[in-house]
Structures are given as C-alpha cells and as structure tokens.
C-alpha cells in the first residue's frame, strides 16, 4: 500500500466556502510527516485550481500553500489539478495540466485531474463548473501525453466522491472520452468519508461498512464505465473530531478504512488520509479533520497511522 496525507488544514466545506485561517506551518508539517511514515515512500496531496483569471505561468498551487515545502524530506506529489472555470475554459485547462506537470514533473507520484467532478452544487468541487466532463478527459488525455513525452514515472488519473455526486458520472466521462479516455487512466480515486456524513449505527461493524463502500463504489461507478480494471486510491479520507466526535473514534475509523482498503480483493492500491492538522479549533463539523489539533499537538488516531504505515507501506 502507498501512503499519503493532505499537509494542511484549511479546507472546502459543503456551502462552498473555505473554512481555516490559520497559516499552515510547513517546518512543523514535515516533522510530524517523517514520524507518520519512517522511511517509507510517501506522498503530500496539493491542491491547484485553474481558474478563468490564472496566469498562465503561475505554478503555485493553493492548499498548500508551497508544495515543494512539503517534499524537502523525499515525499513526493499526489497534485489535484482542479477545473474551476467560470466560463467553461476546456483548451485553457488543458494547457494548465501541461504546465503544471512540467514545473512539477520531476517531484510526482500521481496526478488527479479534476476533484470530485461528479458534484455539482458546490463552487469548491469541479462539478460546479461548466464544461467540467469534457475537462476532465481533456485534461486526462493531455497529462497522458506529456507524461509520455517526458517519460516520467507519474500515475495518471481522477476521482469522485459517493456522498454527493451521480454514480453515473464515469460512464458518461467514458462516453466522452472512448477508449483513449479509458487507456490514459492508471487510477481512478475516491473521496469516502463513512460515518462523517451520514452516521453509523452505534453497533455498526466499522471495518464492514468501509468494505461495502468500497465494492458498491467498484460495482456501481466503476463497472458500468468498464474502469473496474483500475486500481482505486482512496484520495480523501477522515473522521471529524469534536463535540460528541470522540478522539479514539477517529482513530478507530482511520483503523477501519485502512483494514478494509488491505484486503487484495478492494482493489486498492494507495491511502491518503484528510488531514494533517485541523482547520479550526472551534468544534464545528469541518474543523476537526486533522490527525493534529490546528496547533499540531498530534491526537491518538496520528500514533495509529503512524503504526499503520510501518506495519504496510
């Protein structure tokens, strides 16, 4: 299994809004990573949108705020190439995938075209723009390209969430794109958030839960698209604490999901949990995705990964 995890703590919620004011504190970040994962290969998950006012030589990507901060210690890049255009910019998108993956190329492990394009109704998640399907394999089939022409050794892929989105989603990107659209895919990602959003039962088998998702998700998204081939990256993960949220529940979550995700017949070839620190420290629903408080004094279920990783990386 590879491992990973977002080094930061501000985040989209579901109004659309980003919630975490704090700076992130990249020093700080890196010493708690290189403890998550020894001297295991390990990736950093770095969010940079394309927008209709972005310049075209701008590199930078926007959570976190310096990605290259975070691979001084030899983690490398799991880089989100998200789709926000207003206007339904698909040739300037495709020109963004390009150049980022030339000023990152060297530092990559995977890159995710699009963030849960299969969601519609929220301005910090893909769906929401025009044109988002068509961008995706346009943005898919350029890194597919540049990928080849530059021989790197950099994973190609995208992802989706079952929460929110229309389980119909890959098989319309496949019509789309054909078969090209399928052969430039080396993954396909999910964003699973079980028991955050729709609470389990309190006597729920957790590790049980986690592996239904994850064969629904394979069964219903992915099969009917004829990607079920694919190796699936668990790209988002996590289990707010809070208010009424236990911190040994989050840890045990995190247990569940990573077990689930061992078993061969998951299919799952890489884990990467949500996130490092919290946004906030206000008990909101949001705010309390880290394995650290925002301070980044480190909660129980940051030992459990940390023991997760050197048990299976």
């Known amino acids: 299994m590879r491992f990973g995890i977002y080094p930061g703590g501000p985040l989209g919620t579901d109004d659309g809004t980003v ?13 708690l990573i290189d403890a998550l994962r020894g001297d295991a290969a390990f990736h950093v998950r770095a969010y940079a949108g394309f927008t209709d006012d972005r310049d075209p030589g701008d590199t930078t990507t926007q959570a976190p705020g310096d990605a290259l901060a975070y691979t001084t210690t ?6 989100v190439l998200q789709f926000q255009s207003a206007s339904g910019d698909v040739e300037g998108y495709r020109r963004f995938v390009r150049t980022m993956i030339d000023a990152y190329g060297p530092l990559l492990d995977t890159v995710q075209v699009g963030e849960e394009a299969n969601v519609t109704d929220n301005p910090t998640l893909d769906g929401y723009y025009p044109r988002a399907p068509e961008a995706v394999v346009a943005g898919v089939l350029a890194a597919r390209d540049l990928v080849r022409e530059r021989g790197l050794r950099v994973a190609v892929g995208t992802n989706t969430t079952v929460l929110f989105g229309d389980p119909g989603y890959y098989a319309r990107l496949v019509s789309t794109g054909g078969q090209e659209f399928r052969d430039a895919l080396d993954y396909v ?4 958030f079980p028991g955050v959003f729709a609470p389990l039962p309190p006597d729920a088998d957790s590790v049980g839960a986690c592996a239904w998702l994850l064969a629904e998700h394979r069964r219903v998204a992915l099969a009917p698209a004829g990607l079920d081939r694919l190796p699936l990256h668990i790209t988002e993960h996590g289990w707010p604490t809070g208010p009424g949220r236990a911190e040994g529940h989050q840890a045990d979550m995190l247990r569940a999901m990573v077990t689930a995700a061992l078993d061969p017949a998951a299919g ?15 008990g909101s629903l949001f705010g309390g995705f880290g394995l650290t408080d925002v301070g980044y004094a480190p909660k129980p279920a940051f030992t459990a990964y940390a023991e997760l990783v050197r048990a299976h990386a």
Not at 189 to 192: F, H, K, N, P, Q
Request: with cysteine; net charge negative.
């Open 74 to 79: 030899g983690c490398r890049l799991d880089l």
């Open 189 to 192: 990602g999910l964003d699973a």
């Open 268 to 282: 799952v070839a890489s884990y990467s949990h949500f996130s490092l620190r919290d946004a906030t420290a206000d």
């Open 19 to 31: 919630l975490g004011s704090t700076p992130d504190d990249p020093g700080k970040a890196l010493h």
